[in-house]
């Protein structure tokens, strides 16, 4: 189907029926997933959707409604039931598209799309699972169980059009492959597992390299034990590095900063980490998980520096919240089929040290180490920051026995100025990532 006449057509209808502007998103989505358990097949699915989303203008009047049924029939009913919709909600003086001039005018070519993973044979998406299932569970005779091994492959089309003159299409897809295995001895159970996550089929891990990882992960968990409450140097995995970064781009969203929701609001310029800190936003990195040529609103997206050498530099925000705010927007609109714009990251990473984990681990006397995080108590407003945690407890620089049911607390106002060293060691699995890194004192709450 032609999305660009699709979405042309409707801006026109959108315009006939009295908007003062408008735009329109299609999405098309096929997903494939496959779980594998105790080397057996469990469950396989594969789905297909399209959606068309429309957000229509009166004035600063707005509305935004979603249908999968694209007849000509279906978009009129569309197209009536939301200005009849905009026509019934209070004005808001933000609301509104973008400036004219800030539209991206290129679509560029960011390597997003791998048709090969979406023409492997249904009977390799399953034997890829059980490689890295069967790689783990014949990794030790420890290894008794398994809570499975998942491959999954999706493929995206995405057009968006405007009533500014913007239009732009581009596909993506992502593949996935993890497996979580237990393991059992005198001591009792634990899990863990690993994954990989790329663009691009032929840049995942290899599945037996993943199973092998995922066991030994499991593996060093067992005969984990409490440790007595005290304040020490907390190192963060990557992982768990990363899962501290999000709350960090959760706090640099303009919709938290503007609704004061957030205990970085009003802090622009000003020091709120450690100088060697850097963190930056990349929408444009080639084959990055968070990346697409241009955002929820069609402007273009970019690299945005948020805190350079410890200075916040720059929020993340979309059009509304730059209003709101008195600022500019980052292109950090995204866009769900049917919901107006937020803010959300592309690729959001603290930039790498150049310490080997292996020596920031040694640089710590005695202190935990964080390999999982548990519930979430974290206050964006206060910076109060409370988690229950996992890990392998650190002695003269060498990691000795895990450590469970603990909690590490601190204020990420503190945390961000204790970075004490960062890692060499940045990966991206996710949208959000992060090196290993060591904090110079956290309150780690056991016995």
Known sequence: MDYRELTESVLKQAAKAGATAADVVVIEDESFSVQVRMRDVDTIKNAREKRLGLRLFVGQRSATTATSDFSPASLARLVSDTKAMADATPEDSFAGMPAAKEIATQVPELDLWDGAAGRLPVEERIAL???????????DARITNSEGADYRQGEARVCLANSLGFCGEYRASRNSLSVTPVAKDGSGMQRDGWYSVH??????????????????????????????????????????????????????????????????????????????????????????????????EGLPTRRTTVVQDGVL??????????????????????????????????????????????EIIRSVRQGLYVTEM??????????????????????????????????????????????????????????????????????????
């Open 129 to 139: 699972a059980c490689a890295a299932e069967k790689a783990a569970l014949d990794s």
């Open 199 to 296: 663009r691009k089929l032929a840049k995942l891990e290899a599945a037996d390299a993943i199973g092998r990882e995922a066991a030994r992960r499991t593996l060093r968990r067992l005969g984990a034990r409490k440790v007595a409450t005290q304040a020490v140097p907390v190192v963060f995995d990557p992982d768990m590095a990363a899962d501290l970064l999000g709350t960090v781009c959760g706090a640099v969203s303009g919709s938290a900063i503007y609704r004061g929701a957030s205990f970085l609001a009003g802090k622009l310029n000003e020091t709120i980490a450690a100088p060697h800190c850097t963190i930056v936003d990349d929408g444009r990195m080639p084959a990055g998980l968070g990346s697409r040529p241009f955002d929820g």
């Open 313 to 358: 530099h720059s929020y993340l925000l979309d059009t509304y919240s730059a209003k709101k705010l008195s600022l500019a927007s980052t292109g950090n609109a995204s866009r769900a089929v049917g919901q107006r714009p937020t803010v959300g990251p592309t690729n959001f990473c603290m930039l790498p040290g150049s310490t080997p984990p292996a």
């Open 374 to 447: 548990i519930g979430f108590g974290v206050n964006l407003v206060t910076g109060d920051y409370s988690r229950g945690a996992v890990g392998l407890w650190i002695e003269n620089g060498e990691l000795t026995h895990a450590v469970e049911e603990i909690t590490i607390a601190g204020n990420l106002k503190d945390m961000l100025r204790e970075i004490e060293m960062i890692g060499n060691d940045l990966e991206w699995r996710s949208s959000i990532a992060c090196p290993t890194l060591k904090l110079a004192r956290m309150m780690v709450a056991g016995n």
